[in-house]
């Protein structure tokens, strides 16, 4: 399965989090494993809620920070991809319609 710019990501159902200060901390019950996510990284997270894909992700981190388009599609999916890595995130479905599909 390819994973594009329009997967939508999801947080996985087994974790445990909080957002404190801005920064998302969250425990993998089955690793016993804290991860920190600076503001950026938290902000990705808070997104990564099964109704937003990389690119709109990429698009509101574009709108909020000082960064490019493609700078913050690039950051966005190799954060979604380490976060999926470690068993954080999952891949849901895609915005794209039926018909889009090529």
Known sequence: ???GAQTCW???????????DGEAIII?????????????G???WHY???KHSAAQIAELLAGEYE????QALED???????LAQH???VAGGSTEKEGDKR
Not at 28 to 40: D, F, I, K, R, W
Not at 67 to 70: E, K, P, S
């Open 76 to 82: 966005t999916e190799a954060l979604l991809a380490d």
């Open 67 to 70: 960064v490019t388009l493609a």
């Open 10 to 20: 999801q947080r996985s159902p087994l974790l445990a989090w909080r957002q404190i």
């Open 42 to 44: 938290s902000f990705v």
């Open 28 to 40: 993998s019950p089955e690793e016993s494993v804290m991860h920190e996510l600076n503001e950026t």
């Open 48 to 50: 990564a809620d099964g």
């Open 87 to 89: 068993k954080l995130l």
């Open 1 to 3: 399965m390819t994973l």
